[in-house]
T-cell receptor, first 116, second 111 residues
Framework: GAGVSQSPSNKVTEKGKDVELRCDPISGHTALYWYRQRLGQGLEFLIYFQGNSAPDKSGLPSDRFSAERTGESVSTLTIQRTQQEDSAVYLC??????????????FGPGTRLTVL | GENVEQHPSTLSVQEGDSAVIKCTYSDSASNYFPWYKQELGKRPQLIIDIRSNVGEKKDQRIAVTLNKTAKHFSLHITETQPEDSAVYFCAEGGGADGLTFGKGTHLIIQP
């Protein structure tokens, strides 16, 4: 079946511009996660959705970052007034979250964002 | 989840030898401990996971051990092969929040 998809795969933007990153999770997966991975670094948790609600926004680095999810499906991560330190790969993952039991997170291919 | 520390950051072993990667965590509510493998330029993929009600789990050449009292868990890879070369991430989760990942271990298998 189809896995997690993300678009665009690559995005080059100028400092100060806004960008919107998209994630299509696996159908039926209620949990959706966004992570940031800088070059050669680990995975930095940004935000998590259970259904369309985001119970944990603690990882968002600043108020320039926001995310939403609609129809318990597609999610968009928006970065306003991009800065060079926003350059990274943004990874989305989905999971068949059942109750309070974590399940495997399936990752998308990521969006490589470069801010010039 | 809170802090997860992962060691070593780089591990080089001879092909055929064993590799061990260790992680410690601080959140006593953590109950789920997955390990992900990320090959260069690719997405992370789950290789094994363990829940807090067991102490050890094996899948062919890969095993994970968990010590909840000491708050640490380890990944063991036996009979290492060139295709095991990758970055490995441990993670922990508990309750209704995201996973907290370690900073990763770059495993290099020397031929």
């Amino acid at each position: 079946g189809a896995g997690v998809s993300q678009s665009p795969s690559n995005k080059v933007t100028e400092k100060g511009k806004d960008v919107e990153l998209r994630c299509d999770p696996i159908s039926g997966h209620t949990a959706l996660y966004w992570y940031r991975q800088r070059l050669g670094q680990g995975l930095e948790f940004l935000i998590y959705f259970q259904g369309n609600s985001a119970p944990d926004k603690s990882g968002l680095p600043s108020d320039r970052f926001s995310a939403e999810r609609t129809g318990e499906s597609v999610s968009t991560l928006t970065i306003q007034r991009t800065q060079q330190e926003d350059s990274a790969v943004y990874l989305c993952a989905s999971s068949p979250f059942v109750g309070l039991a974590h399940n495997e997170q399936f990752f998308g291919p990521g969006t490589r964002l470069t801010v010039l | 989840g809170e802090n997860v520390e992962q060691h070593p950051s780089t591990l080089s072993v001879q092909e055929g030898d064993s590799a061990v990667i260790k992680c410690t965590y601080s959140d006593s509510a953590s109950n789920y401990f997955p390990w992900y493998k990320q090959e260069l330029g690719k997405r992370p993929q789950l290789i094994i996971d363990i829940r807090s009600n067991v102490g050890e789990k094996k899948d062919q050449r890969i095993a994970v051990t968990l010590n909840k009292t000491a708050k640490h868990f380890s990944l063991h890879i036996t009979e290492t092969q060139p295709e095991d070369s990758a970055v490995y991430f441990c993670a922990e989760g508990g309750g209704a929040d995201g996973l907290t990942f370690g900073k990763g271990t770059h495993l290099i298998i020397q031929p």
